[in-house]
């Protein structure tokens, strides 16, 4: 076999060059531990690593010692270093959860998605800024501070999952671990140029991972190719007694592997819906380039074999901000996962803020403070929940009228926005033109896909929409198109 390469590895390429002999476990941990110095640390200073695992060369030692006695792999991500957000608890690892003011926690066990990772033989190699409890579009930390784009220094490197994002595209993990509540995968895969995964919520164990809306949160696969995401959430979806959600794996009777349904013709014949009304408006430029880039994905959608139906969601912003709960929500839920944790340094955000503990440029987090103290406090509480039910079945059915099995449109309607117009609050999380949200909001799974770049060389995502429960069109449709564009290009960094 040749030499090994690091930059664009995917896990097929690592576990041909461990079978080969040409690569172990161990030096594919220094390899990443290197660059994360050179790159991370140094030179760019990306600042998207926040921990290193201080176990991980013993784990890696014991994973090649394992290979060497019996010749097999542990399991199938054998040797798969992560980079996982900082959000998800990490047993021996600290897990801050972007905030300065829980500096020092190191959690006694692992997440339950985090110990199924491992016994498929993954390794957690570090963990990854994100912004404090996962409050922000955008990458600014009172933890670690600000995290740059690998793609352009001066622009954003997207949120919560800000840190995983800019990790992978820049090539200092193998594949990484986001979560999404309103985009937090999706929205920083677009500006990084990777495969963002958002599933049905329940699929995959919140147990461990700080919430924001708590039925609305889901962990996630980001990647820089649709195979090493689908073979990633293969080894985290399943029922976990610890969280009742989880019964909707039950429900959704998934078996065998997301990676099995990867078909480049996957899209020949299926019925598209386009929402234009999602495309920002050509007469912003900002908007413009992301438009043009999208168009252009969808030529590819079509030339590989997709049939495009134009579609439409009446009253689509009012649907929107009708069904949003984080201002209602976030305050109770996180202080009820604060509190159930004795060995944090603040228990609840009404300390962090007292002490003055968080990030100013977060706007959000900062309407959470005077959220309700219980989502029942708020007298509109009970009709924005019904309204969620109505506005999936709403969509769903626009879906099935039309006959399409995916809705397609920009993840984002604007390109990753400039450091210096987040930190002037010219652009801030409450206004910020996503259109993550339709599928967070609707409990639909969705994907983010690289979908080319700005003339000015940002990365652009589209984002693919499925019926709940249909993971596997994701995979199928996303690799298809994939394979019939190749828009993944490694940043020059």
């Avoid at 099995?260 to 929402?275: P, S, T």
């Avoid at 117009?421 to 909001?441: H, K, M, Y």
């Avoid at 990365?459 to 298809?480: I, N, Q, S």
Wanted: some cysteine.
């Amino acid at each position: 076999m040749s030499e090994f390469i690091l930059e664009e590895a995917t896990i097929d390429s690592v576990h041909r060059a461990l079978k080969s002999g040409a690569l172990t476990v161990e030096q594919l941990v220094e390899m990443y531990l290197s660059r994360i110095e050179q790159i991370d640390r140094n030179g760019p200073r990306l600042n998207s690593i926040v921990s290193i695992n201080p176990r991980v060369r013993d784990e890696a030692h014991a994973l090649d010692r394992e290979f060497a006695r019996t010749g097999r792999f542990v399991g199938p991500l054998h040797g798969v270093p992560l980079l996982v957000k900082d959000q998800i608890e990490t047993a021996g690892i600290q897990t801050t959860f972007g905030s300065i003011a829980q500096k020092g926690y190191v959690p006694a066990r692992d997440a339950t998605a985090i110990a199924q990772l491992k016994r498929a033989g993954a390794l957690v190699l570090a963990k990854t800024t994100m912004p404090d409890f996962a409050t922000s579009w955008f990458g600014f930390s009172s933890m670690s501070g600000e995290t740059l784009n690998p793609y352009d220094l001066a622009h954003d490197s997207g949120g919560s999952s800000s840190g995983t994002a800019a990790g992978i595209a820049a090539n200092l993990g193998l594949v990484g671990i986001g979560e999404d509540t309103g985009g937090s995968i999706r929205l920083p895969a677009s500006f990084n140029n990777l495969v963002g995964v958002r599933v049905t919520p329940g699929l995959i164990s919140r147990d461990g991972m700080s919430p924001l809306v708590v039925f609305q949160d889901t962990a996630g696969p980001m990647a820089r190719t649709v195979t090493d995401a689908a073979m990633l959430l293969d080894s985290m979806v399943g029922y976990d007694p610890r969280d009742e959600d989880t019964v909707v794996h039950r429900i959704a009777g998934h078996t065998g592997s997301y990676a099995d349904h990867l078909d480049a013709g996957g899209l020949n014949g299926v019925r598209v819906g386009v929402l234009r009304q999602a495309f920002g408006s050509d007469s912003d430029p900002a908007c413009s380039m992301v438009n043009a880039a999208v168009r252009r994905s969808l030529e590819q959608l079509q030339a590989a074999g997709a049939i495009l139906v134009e579609v439409e969601i009446p009253a689509l912003m009012e649907q929107i901000l009708e069904t949003s709960l984080y201002l209602t929500h976030s305050r109770a839920d996180l202080n009820a996962f604060l509190a159930e944790r004795p060995a944090l340094p603040y228990r609840s955000l009404e300390a962090i803020r007292e002490a003055k503990q968080f990030h100013p440029v977060l706007d959000l987090l900062q309407s959470v403070f005077d959220g309700p103290k219980h989502p029942e406090d708020d007298p509109d509480y009970f009709r924005k929940l019904a309204a969620r039910d109505r506005f999936q079945r709403a969509v769903v059915k626009i879906m099935a009228d039309a006959d399409v099995q995916a809705l397609c449109y920009p993840a984002v309607q604007v390109p990753p926005p400039k450091k210096d117009d987040v930190r002037a609050g010219r652009t801030n999380t409450l206004t910020f033109p996503t259109n993550t949200l339709i599928a967070s909001q609707t409990w639909m799974p969705s994907i983010c896909l690289p979908a080319g770049f700005t003339e000015a060389g940002l990365p652009v995502g589209m984002e693919l929409v499925v019926y709940p429960y249909h993971e596997r069109d994701l995979f199928r449709f996303g690799y298809a198109f994939e394979q019939a564009s190749q828009h993944r290009k490694a940043p020059n960094v």
